[in-house]
């Protein structure tokens, strides 16, 4: 497959961006189920990373906090093109894709707050948590090392010969690491089946992308450089993601080798919760909420297509606020580990 060129996937981006205003995008074909879906795991996303940051807020989780909330599109198309064994590894702001890859709630919120039944047993908090059931690696506080790992789990797919794919997922930051290009260079050389996702959400940290990224309208495009097709996403729009992602995969499971999906996004909050995001205007923010959030523009197509109305999207909203709930009073009453416990987990018997 060529490399799509710079000029033509700014061009794409911005007829999807335009698109996205109505219900004419190519990839529009959710079924309501799908939309439904879509919607509801987004919304989980959303009341989850609010309530997580209510209880950073309390002093009931510490250390470091990155909250999801305007992203959830990007990792919940993704998801909705996965099939059973496909792996998911990511940086640290992780919640959106625990909760994705299907992770209990209780256990997720658990972790945060360093509790005994937390999905890391309290030990790995906000940044390092995992799970082998949900084939979810992490969670990686050092930006841009979950890249390598990411290529080492497709790697290992394609040694076992089966179908699977490695989604390893770095911000528009962790683009200008070297270890990422490295990894760009090993994945295309082996043909491994990795799609390398970039939630560009503008900031690395508290600096907008033109100041401290060369090229930075199209990050995907860096792959050309080792063969490695690309393309740019609005990853704004859950439909437009999961149309991406079914490409994606498609050329992974084929044996064709990496893929590289930038997600076009933004984050409300700032960098983590100790960042007041004085960088931006709060209009700027406000804009891209009232214009282009990913859940208002599922649950406006939903309404306008009368596959659910105002009293079914509040009562999965209820349904959602009490799955949080449940997971915030857990998170808060479960006990902390015992002492005993700063011993275990530390070697593999092998």
């Keep these: 497959m060529a490399v799509k060129s710079a000029y033509l996937a700014r061009k794409e981006v911005k007829a999807a961006k335009g698109a ?5 995008l190519k990839n529009s074909g959710f079924t309501a189920e799908e939309e439904l879906k ?3 795991d987004m919304l989980l996303i959303r009341r989850f990373e609010e309530k997580a940051g209510q209880l950073y807020g309390m002093g009931l989780i510490n250390g470091f906090c990155h909250l999801y909330i305007g992203q959830e599109a990007v990792v919940v198309g993704m998801e909705m ?3 059973e064994g496909d792996q998911v590894i990511t940086s640290y702001r992780d919640h959106g894709h625990m909760l994705a890859c ?3 709630p209780g256990g997720v919120m658990a972790e945060l707050t360093g509790r005994k039944g937390g999905i890391s047993k309290g030990k790995g908090g906000s940044m390092h948590m995992f799970s082998k059931e949900k084939q979810f690696y992490g969670g990686h506080g050092i930006v841009g090392a979950q890249v390598p790992l990411g290529a080492g789990l497709a790697f290992a797919n394609k040694y076992r010969g089966n179908k699977n794919v490695s989604m390893a997922y770095f911000g528009d930051g962790a683009a200008n690491q070297g270890q990422v290009y490295e990894t760009f260079n090993m994945a295309s050389i082996w043909k491994l089946p990795v799609i390398f996702v970039i939630e560009n959400n503008r900031y690395a940290m508290g600096t907008a992308a033109p100041r401290s990224t060369a090229a930075s309208d199209h ?9 490695i097709p690309s393309e740019q996403v609005d990853g704004m729009d859950v439909r437009a993601v999961k149309d991406a992602a079914d490409r994606a ?5 084929a044996g064709e080798g990496p893929y590289i999906l930038e997600m076009m996004t933004y984050r409300y909050r700032g960098h983590s919760m100790s960042d007041p995001a004085k960088y931006r205007t709060k209009e700027e923010v406000q804009k891209m909420r009232e ?3 990913p859940i208002e523009q599922v649950k406006g197509r939903l309404l306008r297509a009368n596959q659910a109305t105002e009293d079914d999207l509040k009562k999965i909203d209820a349904e959602i606020r009490d799955i949080v709930t449940k997971a915030s009073d857990f998170a808060t009453n479960d006990p902390l580990p015992d002492e005993s416990e700063l011993w275990t987990d530390i070697y593999v018997n092998a």
Excluded: V
């Design 102 to 104: 299907g992770m209990d």
């Design 81 to 83: 093109a996965a099939i």
């Design 20 to 24: 996205a205003k109505g219900d004419n």
């Design 249 to 253: 995969t498609e050329h992974c499971r």
């Design 291 to 293: 214009e282009h959030d």
């Design 219 to 227: 990050l995907g495009m860096r792959g050309e450089a080792f063969g």
């Design 38 to 40: 879509a919607y509801r």
